[in-house]
């Protein structure tokens, strides 16, 4: 497949931006671990990540969520939920799409999501108000 020449811009070469719905990499369901799922879900941030994508339902992108930390630690964020399987991203332009793995985490380990799901919604109800 031929790919166009990077545009070149002064001295800076800018390629041009990934490919729409190409897909990063992500464990397959048979490698999906327990450890590193709790891991992934240990943490507020990503919890919060997490509960957006199961109630929003559909897919979000990185910058639809409001987050009071850096661009890199919100990507680490994001990259930590992806490694563990929580989350499936695709990119769809320049921005990678996030999606929550529900069908596989409920084969996997059922009721274990429907829990922390419920957990975070009594936290977050208690923090709004």
């Given at each position: 497949?031929?790919?166009?020449?990077?545009?070149?811009?002064?001295?800076?070469?800018?390629?041009?931006?990934?490919?729409?719905?190409?897909?990063?990499?992500?464990?397959?369901?048979?490698?999906?671990?327990?450890?590193?799922?709790?891991?992934?879900?240990?943490?507020?941030?990503?919890?919060?990540?997490?509960?957006?994508?199961?109630?929003?339902?559909?897919?979000?992108?990185?910058s639809d969520f409001?987050?009071?930390?850096?661009?890199?630690?919100?990507?680490?964020?994001?990259?930590?939920?992806?490694?563990?399987?929580?989350?499936?991203?695709?990119?769809?332009?320049?921005?990678?799409?996030?999606?929550?793995?529900?069908?596989?985490?409920?084969?996997?380990?059922?009721?274990?999501?429907?829990?922390?799901?419920?957990?975070?919604?009594?936290?977050?109800?208690a923090a709004d108000?």
């Amino acid at each position: 497949m031929d790919h166009p020449p990077p545009l070149i811009r002064g001295t800076v070469v800018k390629t041009q931006p990934p490919a729409p719905g190409r897909p990063l990499d992500h464990p397959s369901r048979d490698q999906i671990r327990l450890e590193d799922v709790l891991h992934a879900l240990a943490d507020p941030l990503r919890l919060k990540i997490v509960h957006k994508l199961a109630v929003d339902c559909g897919g979000h992108a990185c910058s639809d969520f409001d987050l009071p930390v850096s661009k890199s630690t919100t990507t680490h964020h994001f990259r930590v939920l992806r490694e563990s399987g929580v989350i499936a991203q695709e990119y769809h332009g320049t921005s990678k799409v996030s999606e929550l793995r529900r069908e596989d985490l409920d084969a996997l380990f059922p009721g274990l999501l429907d829990s922390v799901l419920a957990a975070c919604g009594r936290r977050f109800a208690a923090a709004d108000g």
